[in-house]
């Protein structure tokens, strides 16, 4: 019997990406330790949060959101937005795989400066992320986005949370 080397190499990888994401996480109600990080996934209603344990820039806002300034349009310092670190840190492969899945809420807390101090990703439970995805989305988007903030604003404001609805059908 003849095998076809392009066929058995094409199930070979399947299998092992089937099994590599079968492997880890979904995404369900709880506390995971991630590398060195925890993050912490609440059922409200009919979304998921997923945030960062012990992490002050979103209790501060919440304690008092009164004292934060909101910019009116937000524009990104560099090549980096939200939906190009979603497009590098997941992949053209595995996004063509979520397209049809929905989306995630993404909020960032800016510091003064622009890089971000927290993220919290709001989902669905179906979505197909893993707890690992997110955490190297979070930690992605930490690194590599920056707000551009808007000269207007005082030097020792602090800047509300920006919001970004990602839909993995237009990355």
Do not use: C, W
Not at 68 to 78: E, H, L, P, S
Not at 93 to 98: D, E, M
Not at 104 to 123: C, E, F, K, M, W
Not at 137 to 159: A, R
Request: charged share 25%.
């Amino acid at each position: 019997m003849k095998i076809n080397n392009s066929k058995y190499a094409i199930t070979i990888v399947f299998l092992f990406l089937t099994m590599s994401l079968a492997a880890q996480r979904i995404i369900k109600e709880g506390r995971y330790k991630v590398n060195e990080r925890t993050l912490i996934i609440k059922q409200e209603q009919e979304r998921l949060i997923v945030t960062e344990e012990h992490n002050n820039a979103i209790s501060d806002f919440k304690n008092d959101p009164k004292i934060y300034t909101r910019i009116d349009q937000v524009k990104f310092n560099g090549k980096n937005t939200i939906a190009s670190v979603f497009a590098s840190t997941l992949g053209e492969a595995r996004i063509r795989h979520l397209q049809h899945s929905g989306y995630v809420l993404v909020t960032l807390y800016p510091n003064r400066d622009g890089s971000i101090s927290a993220v919290q990703l709001y989902t669905k439970p179906n979505v197909g992320l893993t707890i690992e995805e997110m955490d190297k989305l979070i930690v992605s988007l930490k690194e590599k986005v920056i707000i551009d903030t808007p000269t207007d604003v005082g030097k020792n404001s602090k800047i509300a949370p920006v919001s970004q609805v990602i839909h993995f059908n237009k990355l």
